[in-house]
């Protein structure tokens, strides 16, 4: 099975599918967002972006254990550029996330966006963006708790790295 949309299923049969938001942007459905997990936890090569949104149930439900296991599956995978996580994390589950993303060496974009990520949620990715020597483009749009501090370690993390695109729009610079 392929995550593509416009051939594949979902688990009750019905095509995957997104939505548009008033602003065009593509909505992915939950069943196509678990339905990707399941697939790139398999290594599927049709799976090369993985979407997830915190008003998904199964996204609600994660554990600790299941925040480490996630980045684990996502380092053994072979195909994985693309990563959305859309009011998902906060430092709690950045730190776990991460802790088992950090090698992950296939990611070329991540994008978070409006989550509740504060300076130690950074100090979480920064063996990631040191290690990847894919990564192109970061987009961390939203958060409002990085001030300064979280704002130096990124800018230092990132000296040195591959990163062609950074995003920090509506985040918060000041204390």
Same mark, same amino acid.
């Given at each position: 099975?392929?995550?593509?949309?416009?051939?594949?299923?979902?688990s009750?049969?019905?095509?995957?599918?997104?939505?548009?938001?008033?602003?065009?942007?593509?909505?992915?459905t939950?069943?196509?967002?678990?339905?990707?997990?399941?697939?790139?936890?398999?290594?599927?090569?049709?799976?090369?972006?993985?979407?997830?949104?915190?008003?998904?149930?199964?996204? &609600?439900?994660?554990?600790?254990?299941d925040?480490?296991?996630?980045?684990?599956?996502?380092?053994?995978?072979?195909?994985?550029?693309?990563?959305?996580?859309?009011?998902?994390?906060?430092?709690?589950?950045?730190?776990?996330?991460? &802790?088992?993303?950090?090698?992950?060496?296939?990611?070329?974009?991540? *994008?978070?966006?409006?989550?509740?990520?504060?300076?130690?949620?950074?100090?979480?990715?920064?063996?990631?963006?040191?290690?990847?020597? *894919?990564?192109?483009?970061?987009?961390?749009?939203?958060?409002?708790?990085?001030?300064?501090?979280?704002?130096?370690?990124?800018?230092?993390?990132?000296?040195n790295?591959?990163?062609?695109?950074?995003?920090?729009?509506?985040?918060?610079?000041?204390?």
């Amino acid at each position: 099975m392929s995550s593509d949309s416009s051939s594949s299923s979902s688990s009750d049969g019905e095509p995957f599918i997104y939505e548009s938001d008033d602003d065009g942007w593509a909505t992915y459905t939950e069943d196509y967002c678990f339905d990707s997990l399941i697939l790139m936890r398999e290594n599927d090569p049709g799976v090369t972006g993985l979407y997830a949104s915190g008003s998904f149930q199964h996204i &609600q439900e994660m554990t600790d254990e299941d925040w480490v296991q996630l980045g684990h599956d996502i380092s053994h995978n072979d195909y994985l550029a693309d990563l959305n996580l859309y009011e998902t994390l906060d430092d709690r589950k950045t730190a776990l996330f991460f &802790q088992g993303l950090t090698r992950s060496n296939t990611l070329k974009r991540i *994008n978070i966006v409006n989550n509740g990520i504060g300076v130690s949620g950074i100090q979480s990715m920064i063996p990631l963006f040191l290690s990847n020597s *894919n990564l192109v483009s970061l987009c961390l749009e939203g958060l409002d708790e990085i001030k300064t501090e979280g704002f130096s370690l990124l800018f230092q993390a990132l000296h040195n790295s591959p990163i062609e695109r950074l995003d920090c729009n509506d985040c918060v610079w000041i204390q």
